[in-house]
Each structure stands twice: as C-alpha cells, then as structure tokens.
C-alpha cells in the first residue's frame, strides 16, 4: 500500500469518494478503523427511501484500498434495487471487511465491526456475505441488534445461503423457460463455477432435477467434496468461458462477464449467484446482441434477503419460500419487459426498481 502522504491539491485531482465511477449518489460512506483488533472496514449505505440499508458484509483480502472501496460502492448500489425488485421495504447498503478471512478473522475484529454498525443506530443492518457465516454474525449481535443472518437457536432465520440458491435456481428456469421454451433443465449443461454456500446448494437442485452439471472452484478441496456428494463433473480445462455449454451459472465473485471474457461465451443463459456479474453495464448489450439471456443477478440472487428480511418481518419459512419462489414470475415478466421496451434485462430490472424507489420518494415528500 501507497503510504506517502500526497497533498489536498493531489486528493482533489484523484477524487477518491465521490469521483470514483461507482459511486452513484451514495448516501453516506463510513469508513471503520481500529488498531488493536486489524479492523479495516468500509461500510456503504447507498439508498435509505425504501428503508433502512441491508447488506451482508464481505471480508475479502482486497489488492488494494481502492478495490475494497469500489466493490463496497458497487455492492450497496446493487442492494437498493434488489431490495426494491423484490418488493421488500429495505434500501441498500453493504460492508467490506480488508483481510483474509481464514486467517486474519477474530471475534475481537468482528465485535469491534459491530460497534461500528451500531454506532449508525440501524441506518444500515448487516448480514453474512463471501468470507462471513452466521456465527460471525452472532458474534456481531453480541453488541448490535443492528444484524440479521443470525443462527436459528439465536432467533434468526438462518443461513440464507440455501434459499439464495433455489431463487437462483427459479430465475435460471425462468430464463430458460424465455430462452428454450421449457423451464425444464433436465440434460441442460450447467456450469457452476464457485461452489461455496451457494454454489453448493445450486448444484444439489440442478442435479436433481436431472441436469448435466459441471463445476469450477479454486479450491481442490471443495471440488473433491462436491463431485463425490453429487456426482458431477469437475472442470478441468483452462478457460471454462469458452466451453460449450447451455448455461453459465457464476457464482463466486463478479464482473466476470466483461471485455476478455464476453466474446468467448457460448452458453445461451447466464443465471448465477454472484452480485454484478456484468463489468459495466454495456456488456449487457452485448450479451443482448449475441442472443445470450442474461438473468440480472440482483433479481434471481433475492432469495437470501429474502430470508434475512424475515428476521426484521416476524415471517416464517413458508412464507419465505413462496416469495423466493415467485422470483422465476418476476424473472420472466422482466425479460418480457425487455424485450418491449427495446432494452436489457438488467435495464429492465433497473427501471422497475427505480420506478419503486421514485414512487415513494414521491409519496413521502407529500
Ligand atoms: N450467500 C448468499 O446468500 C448470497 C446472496 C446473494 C449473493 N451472493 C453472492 O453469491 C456469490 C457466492 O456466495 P457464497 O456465499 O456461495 O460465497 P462463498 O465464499 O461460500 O463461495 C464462493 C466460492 O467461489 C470460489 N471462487 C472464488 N473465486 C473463484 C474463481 N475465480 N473461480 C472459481 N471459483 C472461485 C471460492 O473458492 C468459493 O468456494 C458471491 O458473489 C456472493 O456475493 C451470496
């Protein structure tokens, strides 16, 4: 890391907050340090009119402070819409925790993370993302009640993780029902690449629904383990984007779909778990332009805010499967609404989303 103090002039010329190209009218960024724990977190609250901001927290051994701040200022922007997709009266923000997971997590760190939530009094509420489980977050719940994702035996709803998977699962049959005709995805080929607590659970519902599944990881590990509990294919070739297959499921990090990889992609449907898998909005157009449907991940990935929203909502299981489920209507109806209006899914689903949040902005300035 770069620790040469530079200059206000310098500062002023790099625009590192609000002229970071992520940056999108965000509400407030707080920025967390504390010495004695390691704790370096950056927390986004990108939009509160629908509610207070909910998103999950990501500890992730970023390259550098300005990764972590654009992936904390892509993240939270992606909730607002999810939240305003999916119908839930909640606005979107997200954390960043910089480190390494396996080794630099403690409770101490998580705990100091918590104060901080609780010190912007529920204006944002946290959740478990990439690097978090559920009793990291009852260790946050020690000291905030500012956090969801918290274990059953604690009065929470659970990990969302498996019910992140079934909403992807039911946008990808919507999107293969748009695509194929048939939402049916017996002897489709899948390629899930990431199978971790979602991944996992997506690869558990392809099987048995008879489709032909591979999957990619970094972790040796976690494919031996998967592939012998499935019995699916391992990937073992070098570039699984130029692969052919019937659908991409991305579901470790995102922006992989972006200038290196977009030509080579030869699957007809794009559904996965990851949040912002299109780099930049324009290689949804393209995708749009080589007759590839693409699920907009903030839509189909729902299923774990859905869960977590529970916890604030007094509602139960039932109650969070039916409006997981409902995600393949709202799919669908959105790539139908593309294709009217002449724009991508991820516009579509974006100018829904909007539309909610401007409505009630409307509302309560009356
Ligand atoms: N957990 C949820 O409920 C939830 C909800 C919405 C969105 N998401 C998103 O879904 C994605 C997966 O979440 P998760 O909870 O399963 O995370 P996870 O950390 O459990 O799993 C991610 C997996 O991806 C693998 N991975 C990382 N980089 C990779 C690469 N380049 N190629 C192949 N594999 C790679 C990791 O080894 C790991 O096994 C994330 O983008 C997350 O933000 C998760």
Same mark, same amino acid.
């Given at each position: 890391?770069?620790?040469?103090? =530079? ?54 051994? +970023? ?5 972590? /701040?654009?992936?904390?200022?892509? %993240? ?11 119908? %839930? ?72 993780? *498996? ?18 005709? $048939? ?22 519902? /392809? ?21 012998? #509990? ?19 499921? *991305? ?13 080579? =992609? #030869? ?10 898998? /299109? ?7 393209? %995708?749009?332009?080589?007759? !590839?449907? +693409? ?9 774990? !805010?859905?869960?977590? +929203? ?16 409902? =995600? ?6 959105? /790539? ?8 991508? *899914? ?10 909610? !949040? ?6 309560? $300035?009356?």
């Amino acid at each position: 890391m770069n620790s040469k103090v =530079i200059s206000a002039k310098e500062l002023a010329k790099a625009d590192p907050v609000f002229g970071q190209l992520s940056f999108d009218d965000h509400e407030q960024i707080v920025f967390c340090n504390d010495k004695d724990t390691g704790l370096k977190a950056i927390i986004g609250i990108h939009n509160t009119v629908l509610g207070p901001a909910l998103g999950g927290t990501r500890m992730w051994n +970023y390259a550098n402070e300005w990764e972590a /701040l654009n992936d904390v200022l892509r %993240l939270s922007r992606g909730m607002t819409f999810k939240s305003a997709i999916t119908g %839930l009266n909640l606005g979107g923000g997200k954390a960043v925790i910089i480190g390494d997971a396996k080794t630099q997590k403690t409770p101490e760190l998580m705990r100091k993370f918590g104060e901080f939530v609780h010190s912007l009094s529920g204006k944002y509420i946290t959740a478990e993302d990439v690097g978090m489980t559920t009793e990291d977050m009852d260790t946050v719940r020690e000291v905030t009640p500012y956090v969801t994702g918290i274990s059953e035996s604690k009065g929470g709803a659970g990990n969302p993780s *498996p019910i992140t998977a079934f909403g992807v699962f039911m946008g990808m049959k919507a999107a293969a029902k748009y695509q194929f005709g $048939s939402n049916v995805l017996e002897d489709k080929s899948v390629f899930v690449q990431g199978i971790g607590n979602v991944g996992e659970a997506l690869v558990e519902h /392809l099987v048995n629904e008879g489709a032909k599944v591979t999957i990619a990881d970094l972790s040796e590990e976690r494919l031996e383990s998967v592939s012998n #509990k499935y019995g699916v294919a391992i990937y073992k070739g070098k570039d699984i984007y130029s692969e052919a297959m019937d659908i991409y499921a *991305p579901c470790a990090l995102g922006a992989t779909i972006n200038d290196e990889t977009i030509n080579k =992609i #030869k699957a007809k449907v794009i559904a996965g778990a990851a949040n912002n898998q /299109l780099a930049e909005d324009r290689h949804g157009v393209m %995708l749009q332009e080589r007759g !590839i449907v +693409y699920a907009p991940d903030f839509l189909i990935n729902a299923g774990g !805010i859905i869960n977590v +929203y529970a916890e604030l909502e007094n509602y139960g299981r039932e109650e969070i499967i039916r409006r997981t489920e409902n =995600i393949y209507n709202t799919t669908l109806e959105i /790539l139908e609404r593309a294709a009217t209006n002449g724009v991508t *899914p991820n516009v579509a689903a974006l100018n829904t989303a909007q539309e909610r !949040i401007a409505k009630r902005k409307a509302e309560d $300035s009356k």
